[in-house]
């Protein structure tokens, strides 16, 4: 075989130089024993099976490369699924846990405003207390609203338009409201303590124009006959928000002597909500 034909079976470059051959670039030795041309064939072919190693070896090292990185990829994507959906179920536990407890903080704070208006008419139809004994009717609601600081009001009316209500004053006080009705008049009177819940003054008068009976609050547990809670409404003496836990009063017949109403503001259930959402 011809260099020519070499050049043209291979597809290669072939130079000669000081007795070596170059092929491609890469040096082969020439035996002079032999045919230039057996040399050169030989030569041609060697560099031919040295390419094909390499590019064997290319190949495997290329498939081995591609296998390598499709593998980290699929592990990196799984590891960022399950990592992604463990945080995601991790933050719905977490969310569901907060929502339970602030339900459940919730309800603890309303639920002394329902339990006390209950509780009071049960006390009157076992005798504890009476809607005829003003005094003693007062001094019970007034130890209700010291327990329970989210209570602003105690209300108490009867069918007749009857009403007493003691009620907290900024000071920290605590003052009552009284309105007494008869079939000819009606006339109001505040009764305002001090911090050792001393009457210091009294003031009266027969302008009155609140009636209990005509009040939500009234009116939705008279109806309900159970315990009733009031939508979001002002409240008729400080004209502030607030909600109502009211429950009727009913005497061995079962016939409706009054309703007992527990007041909460408003802006004390804020103050509440907003330490809940300090606190989570």
């Not at 003496?237 to 429950?247: E, F, R, V």
Request: charged share 25%.
């Amino acid at each position: 075989m011809r260099i020519e034909e070499l050049v043209n079976a291979y597809k290669c470059e072939i130079t000669e130089k000081s007795h070596f051959l170059f092929v491609n670039g890469y040096k082969f030795v020439s035996n002079t024993e032999i045919g230039k041309i057996v040399v050169l064939q030989s030569s041609v072919e060697k560099y031919m099976r040295l390419l094909k190693k390499k590019s064997f070896r290319v190949t495997i090292s290329f498939y081995v490369i591609s296998l390598f990185t499709i593998s980290s990829l699929i592990i990196i994507g799984c590891t960022y699924y399950y990592n992604t959906k463990a945080m995601l179920r991790v933050a719905d536990n977490l969310i569901t846990q907060m929502t339970n407890t602030i339900i459940e903080k919730t309800v603890n704070y309303l639920s002394p405003a329902s339990d006390i208006a209950i509780m009071s008419s049960r006390f009157v139809n076992k005798g504890v207390i009476s809607m005829d004994n003003k005094e003693k009717l007062e001094l019970f609601a007034i130890e209700a609203l010291k327990i329970y600081p989210q209570l602003a009001m105690f209300n108490i009316g009867d069918e007749h338009g009857n009403f007493l209500m003691p009620k907290k004053m900024p000071d920290g006080t605590i003052s009552t409201k009284i309105i007494s009705r008869s079939p000819d008049n009606a006339s109001v009177t505040w009764k305002y303590r001090n911090l050792s819940d001393e009457v210091i003054r009294i003031e009266a008068g027969d302008k009155v124009v609140y009636d209990p009976r005509a009040r939500p609050w009234y009116k939705g547990a008279k109806q309900l006959g159970e315990i009733y809670w009031s939508d979001i409404s002002i409240f008729f003496t400080d004209k502030k928000l607030g909600i109502t836990a009211a429950y009727p009063v009913r005497d061995n017949n079962q016939i409706l002597t009054g309703v007992f109403g527990l007041d909460i503001e408003l802006g004390e259930l804020s103050k509440f909500m907003k330490k809940l959402s300090d606190a989570s």
